[in-house]
Nanobody, 125 residues
Framework: QVQLAESGGGLVQAGGSLRLSCAASGRTFSSYTVGWFRQAPGKGREFVAAISWSDPNTYYADSVKGRFTISRDNAKNTATLQMSSLKPEDTAVYYC??????????????????WGQGTQVTVSS
């Protein structure tokens, strides 16, 4: 079992930055891939970024590439999503997820085994 808890969400003006954290407990953190997804009101949950068990193998959605950075600290059992140059369209609930079945990066929700409860990010124009 893996438990995930996101933090760091909030309200920010367009152009600003936020840093989201995902704290993991349970199974050894370094043994799985971590992904970030988001869900805006009335929309499906979409892929944002993923990082392999051994950094720096990362992958980003085109919509956030160059603005967001995903990282992890296996010693602290945490993953981080640094978000910069935020836009109103980045407004969503952000979720971290863990993929145990494979070490390969994936953009598909169904490939992830455990999810956090989410943290709200609101970007005002």
């Amino acid at each position: 079992q893996v438990q995930l808890a996101e933090s760091g969400g909030g309200l920010v003006q367009a152009g600003g930055s936020l840093r989201l954290s995902c704290a993991a407990s349970g199974r050894t953190f370094s043994s799985y891939t971590v992904g970030w997804f988001r869900q805006a009101p009335g929309k499906g949950r979409e892929f944002v970024a993923a990082i392999s068990w051994s950094d720096p193998n990362t992958y980003y959605a085109d919509s956030v590439k160059g603005r967001f950075t995903i990282s992890r600290d296996n010693a602290k059992n945490t993953a981080t999503l640094q978000m910069s140059s935020l836009k109103p369209e980045d407004t969503a609930v952000y979720y971290c997820a863990a993929r145990l079945r494979s070490l390969a990066l994936s953009t598909r929700r169904s490939d992830y085994d455990y999810w956090g409860q989410g943290t709200q990010v609101t970007v005002s124009s």
